[in-house]
């Protein structure tokens, strides 16, 4: 049977040339504009260029101007009887349609199984329905509606069943395949044909004579595309009437936009119907016939499954139900992808069989066949390995030996002798059932004849369609060989029964032309197209890679995106990946990256097309190919702003192949989300303050923390809701000891703590589980927080005397989602909390001192620092200050009068933050206090030369006594020298 590809190469070549001169176009189009402005005339101007969309949305379809044209075309002629016998002439095609995306609707006839009875549809066919018996006699065919709705009540196996029953003369749209701008039409053909019965002798040569069979596929409104009107005949096609008797297509085609002859490129290719004759010219050595005929089937003749003519076009997504009737007996449901026993079927006539014009019986007997399933893989036809990886010789269809001299009345005959795909019976040897060469059925031939062709797509990785193509095989009547037109009666002695793997494409054309289809069968068939090509990265500073989401953060408004692709597999025709920008307004479907049925429900959601590239082959990728598109964000008419910072872009894209001519289109990709990501602002220092813990009585109070305090306005925040936006900034919280070289990390903020959407007045709190610290947070108003940071007291536990190791740095950061950190502000103080130490060395009513130090890592002893007031309260209340001077040490003198009774001393707490009129620190931590009771001791300062009693006294007698001493050793010196 023929198996054949549209190129539609003009098509293309036009398409091409079109977008070659998209730039031109543009040009012209600013003159138009100019023009237009000057002569005031804008509303006579008709836009260039129109799209298929709305104005706005012009850019957002592939191509940019591009407009999906009307006009349907054939893409694919998949199973076709195009070998006919003039008395069971019938028409039976299964093939796909292009036509502009949902320019079909299949609700057009109402509910499943019902018809189109007066042209509402916006899709027909006419075809020639005498051919050269009279060329210009066209029958109109309506259209069967047999997809279930899925709002309504049917089984999802009703239409499939109903098309399996159909009789008339119908055709079907058994599914609907989106790809781009266009649809891809799954539609089956079954109708009737009256081609002449006797015919001139050439007719009735081996192989048959070309018959002219047009096909006109017609969309959009009937009314007036087609017109069949002439004086004296007022009949139109939207009237109802199915036939017109006079359609010249030259000049009744009155919407050639609207209206192709879908056989057009079979005839030019040579793939013309072939016209055998029923009967046979002449007798015994000049005996001319057209060769043997595969029964095609009508009615229910041979009784199929269903009761009709379910072997073509039968659709096995859905499993059929049971049936039984008394010609069938019952026949078993099945699963989805199974079709029932008894679907399909095999009879070969031979009109030879007459001993009176064929005394001799050469070529008379075709009692025996070949079969093979074959189906689309990529496009190409390939043996089923799994039911049939080789064509298959069934022996003994009866009645033998062959009586028949004409196939005219023979329904009958082939309703008793078929061959059907049923385990063998004794009285019908010669059924159809798959078995390997011990006899086993094969994995996808079902014990009772069922056929699976779920199982048989699944281990081929096959498109979905499946023709069974039958060869005769013919003796003479004496069993010899038979050797007229071997070709036509024993094609495997021309090496043209079946196909192999491995088998050239030509090889394969040429046998499967020489068989007949005569069965056919649909399991999820989808137009082969490019694999989806996938989003691995969105360029970056860093990485790139999308995370988990599909998401990356990047500082770039015009980054590259790039990902995997499939290359295709003919370098002269490469597969090309189309990258598209979300249109905010038109928001991308989710449902478009989970490869449904309808590729995108309207072209709107696809976005603004950013640029195209071939899919360079990549041994690295696991699809085999790589490719990368910059987003220069020069794409995005108004009023779409681009990329902006704090904003975000989706971006899909789809795989296109050129090697059909038609461009299909894969799915879209998976969504892949760029954030915009600007530098975060620095934190505002001046709104720092720290808040120092002060020792009460010489320790600090339980609990006791250094506030450390603030305000931050991140420039990113989050949605509460986890809405489609850039997560938040996060805050870093550190500091530093003066004297250390490395920052310690108090609190990061986690995701999400900013939260837009928050109202003013909203407290909220973090905690940094590596160092336990919380940091408390209150929005001020729109993106301004207030936080709020206790310290803990240990923290701060580095001094050891000098005074730098109490001054500490402490900084924030806010770090951007991209982890890039802004630069730091902070604030430094000195943090002085380590208690102070009083110590009496003298309490006497004359004079009260001391030391003051602290303690340092448990005993080693620091004098206090210089200045730091020490606060002394006498007996009588009365209070004295002094000031720490030289290592630590203090002192004070009572007050007059004052002589006994008990004192206290203490440094007392301060500000810890504010400093004396000359700058000076004031300590800020209170002592515990010391206390003693004033002694009394005998006082010096009254002895003579002294100035003051009693001690003034004794100076004065100590010198008068050290005199007379001296007096009396003078004198003694003096007496001796006399002597």
């Not at 013309?272 to 016939?289: P, S, T, W």
């Not at 081929?460 to 038979?482: E, H, I």
């Not at 002694?935 to 003579?944: G, H, I, K």
């Amino acid at each position: 049977m023929i198996s054949l590809w549209f190129g539609g190469g003009g098509i293309v070549l036009k398409r091409l040339q079109e977008r070659n001169n998209r730039g031109s176009l543009h040009a012209r189009r600013s003159i138009i504009v100019v023009l237009v402005a000057l002569l005031a005339t804008l509303a006579m101007v008709v836009p260039l260029g129109l799209s298929a969309l709305s104005a706005s949305q012009a850019n957002a379809i592939d191509g940019q101007d591009e407009t999906a044209s009307r006009k349907p075309l054939l893409y694919r002629m998949m199973g076709y009887n195009n070998k006919v016998d003039a008395w069971q002439d019938e028409l039976r095609m299964d093939f796909i349609l292009r036509v502009k995306h949902n320019e079909f609707d299949p609700s057009c006839a109402n509910g499943t199984g019902g018809a189109d009875t007066q042209g509402n549809c916006r899709l027909a066919f006419v075809y020639q329905y005498k051919g050269s018996d009279n060329a210009s006699y066209y029958r109109r065919i309506k259209y069967l509606n047999t997809i279930a709705s899925a709002s309504s009540s049917d089984q999802p196996w009703s239409g499939a069943y109903k098309w399996a029953q159909n009789r008339d003369e119908y055709f079907t749209v058994h599914t609907i395949i989106n790809s781009g701008l266009y649809d891809y039409l799954t539609v089956s053909i079954e109708g009737d044909l009256a081609f002449k019965n006797s015919a001139d002798v050439p007719y009735y040569q081996p192989g048959g004579a070309v018959e002219p069979l047009n096909i006109y596929a017609v969309v959009g409104q009937q009314n007036g595309a087609l017109s069949c009107r002439s004086p004296g005949n007022s009949w139109n096609w939207y009237s109802g009437i199915d036939d017109c008797t006079i359609f010249n297509p030259e000049t009744m085609i009155n919407a050639p936009d609207r209206v192709s002859n879908i056989t057009a490129s079979l005839a030019a290719d040579g793939k013309y119907i072939k016209l055998f004759m029923g009967d046979c010219l002449g007798k015994g050595a000049d005996l001319q016939c057209s060769g043997p005929y595969s029964w095609v089937g009508w009615d229910n003749n041979p009784l199929l499954y269903g009761g009709n003519q379910s072997n073509w076009g039968m659709v096995t997504d859905y499993g059929f139900p049971n049936y039984s009737s008394l010609g069938t007996g019952a026949i078993a449901g099945t699963a989805p992808g199974t079709a029932p026993a008894r679907s399909f079927f095999v009879y070969w006539l031979n009109a030879r069989g007459s001993t009176v014009y064929n005394p001799d019986g050469i070529c008379s007997e075709t009692n025996s066949y070949y079969y093979q399933w074959v189906a689309l893989k990529d496009g190409q036809w390939v043996p089923v390995d799994e039911l049939t990886p080789e064509p298959v010789l069934v022996t003994g269809q009866q009645p033998s030996p062959n009586t028949v001299t004409t196939t005219s009345g023979k329904q009958f005959q082939a309703s008793n002798y078929s061959a059907f795909n049923v385990p063998k019976q004794p009285k019908n040897p010669n059924e159809m059932f798959a078995t390997d060469k011990d006899g086993n059925p094969m994995p996808a031939q079902k014990a009772d004849g069922g056929i699976d062709f779920k199982e048989a797509k699944a281990k081929q990785d096959l498109d979905g369609y499946f023709k069974m193509v039958t060869w005769p095989v013919t003796t003479n009547r004496d069993g010899s060989a038979c050797t007229v037109g071997p070709e036509v009666y024993n094609p495997e002695r021309k090496g043209l029964v079946g196909i192999r793997d491995g088998m050239n494409s030509s090889d394969i054309e040429r046998n499967l032309s020489a068989g007949w289809t005569i069965n056919s069968a649909f399991y999820k068939y989808d137009v082969p197209r490019p694999k989806d090509p996938t989003i691995t990265n969105i360029q970056n500073d860093a990485d790139g890679s999308l995370d988990a989401s599909g998401s990356v953060y990047t500082s770039k408004l015009d980054p590259v995106v790039s990902g995997e692709c499939t290359p295709s597999k003919d370098p002269a025709h490469p597969n090309k990946v189309v990258l598209y920008g979300e249109d905010p307004a038109n928001p991308i479907s989710d449902e478009q990256s989970q490869n449904g049925g309808d590729l995108v429900k309207t072209a709107d959601t696809w976005g603004f097309k950013l640029g195209e590239v071939e899919c360079k082959v990549d041994p690295k990728s696991k699809q085999g190919g790589s490719w990368q598109i910059q987003d220069t964000n020069k794409q995005y008419p108004s009023p779409d702003p681009g990329n902006k910072y704090d904003g975000y872009r989706r971006y899909h894209a789809w795989e296109i192949e050129s090697t059909s001519g038609f461009g299909l289109t894969s799915f879209f990709s998976n969504i892949g989300t760029a954030y915009f990501v600007s530098g975060e602002n620095v934190p505002d220092a001046s709104k720092f303050s720290v808040t120092v813990p002060h020792t009460v009585n010489g320790s600090l109070p339980e609990g006791s923390v250094v506030v450390f305090k603030g305000e931050v306005s991140p420039v990113y925040t989050a949605w509460s809701s986890g809405k489609l936006g850039m997560t938040d900034s996060r805050m870093a919280i550190s500091m530093k000891q003066k004297t250390a070289s490395d920052w310690t990390s108090l609190v990061t903020t986690p995701a999400n703590t900013f939260q837009r959407d928050a109202a003013a007045g909203t407290t909220s709190s973090v905690s940094d589980s590596t160092t336990g610290l919380t940091l408390s947070l209150t929005k001020t108003a729109d993106s301004n927080w207030s936080w709020s940071l206790n310290i803990p007291a240990d923290k701060f536990s580095g001094y050891n005397g000098g005074d730098e190791t109490q001054m500490y740095d402490f900084q924030v950061e806010m770090i951007n989602p991209m982890n890039i950190r802004s630069a730091p502000a902070s604030i430094e103080r000195k943090v002085d909390i380590t208690p102070t130490t009083l110590t009496l060395e003298r309490y006497d009513v004359f004079q009260v001192a001391g030391k003051a130090y602290k303690y340092v890592n448990g005993d080693t002893k620091v004098p206090e620092t210089k200045g730091t007031v020490v606060h002394v309260i006498w007996p009588d209340n009365t209070g004295t200050d002094v000031t720490v001077g030289d290592q630590g040490l203090w002192q004070a003198t009572p007050p007059e009068g004052v002589n006994q009774g008990r004192f206290t001393a203490q440094v007392l707490s301060d500000d810890a933050e504010s400093a004396d009129p000359k700058g000076g620190f004031q300590g800020g931590n209170q002592s515990a206090s010391v206390s003693h009771a004033l002694e009394f001791r005998p006082s010096n300062s009254a002895l003579p030369l002294t100035g003051g009693w009693p001690l003034s006294v004794l100076k004065i007698l100590l010198l008068v006594a050290l005199g007379l001493a001296g007096f009396v050793a003078c004198l003694r010196n003096r007496q001796e020298s006399r002597h």
